[in-house]
């Protein structure tokens, strides 16, 4: 069964990168049809998409986040990361990777869900 | 201010049915499948529906999804206080170029 467990530093300076790294457990994430994604849920706020990729390189942003974040794959295609530089109070956050599937139906439309997540780490912004 | 609407809270007592809805537009819920989502403190998110109306197998039939338009709503019967937890709507903005998640709304059971 798939697990995916969040890691990485818990507390980062303001202006500097935060850094965590999804480890994905009883699978890869070479399957074609997952998308790879991390999401956050600042202290007591709903639910926020970072960004998802796909392991052929396909990826998207959340276009308030865009020009601060990357995420990316591991060679060994059971991590991917997630950066997101320049930070500030506001990004203090419980980080989530997720598992999104995607399934194409013949003749309709594609539908997806996040149907795997890790536990969640929060990450304190603070000097 | 997210881009999918829902109510921040609903209650109703033991077993008795809730609805949480979840508006959108046609640049997303209008266009493209809605998933919902179950959380409770300090654990991760769950899905619960997923296409607007299909339930994981593990998921009883007491959760369910329907669309109309540009608006998703899901159904909760027999309530039980074990379903107070916070509901999250999800789906694709073709604007947006991503995943957008409604506000989140909060199952009070009386």
């Known amino acids: 069964q798939l697990q995916l467990q969040e890691s990485g530093p818990r507390l980062v300076k303001p202006s500097e990168t935060l850094s965590l790294t999804c480890d994905v457990s009883?699978?890869?994430?070479?399957?074609?049809?997952?998308?790879w994604a991390w999401i956050r849920q600042p202290p007591g706020k709903g639910l926020e998409w970072i960004g998802s990729f796909h392991y052929s390189g396909d990826t998207y942003y959340n276009p308030s986040l865009k020009s601060r974040v990357l995420i990316s794959a591991h060679t060994s295609r059971t991590q991917f990361s997630l950066r997101l530089n320049s930070v500030t109070a506001a990004d203090t956050a419980l980080y989530y990777c997720a598992r999104r599937v995607v399934v194409v139906v013949p003749g309709t439309a594609t539908y997806w869900y996040f149907d795997v997540w890790g536990p969640g780490t929060l990450v304190t912004v603070s000097s | 201010q997210s881009v999918l609407t829902q109510p921040p809270s609903v209650s109703a007592a033991p077993g008795q049915k809730v609805t949480i809805s979840c508006s959108g537009s046609?640049?997303?819920?209008?266009?493209?499948?809605v998933s919902w989502y179950q959380q409770f403190p300090g654990t991760a998110p769950k899905v619960l529906i997923f296409a607007n109306d299909k339930r994981p197998s593990l998921i009883p039939d007491r959760f369910s999804g329907s669309k109309s338009g540009t608006s998703a709503t899901l159904g909760i019967t027999g309530l039980r206080t074990g379903d107070e937890a916070d509901y999250y709507c999800a789906t694709w903005d073709s604007s947006v170029g991503g995943v957008v998640f409604g506000g989140g709304t909060k199952l009070t059971v009386l």
């Open positions: 009883g699978g890869s994430i070479s399957g074609s049809h997952y998308y």
């Open positions: 046609s640049s997303n819920i209008g266009n493209h499948y």
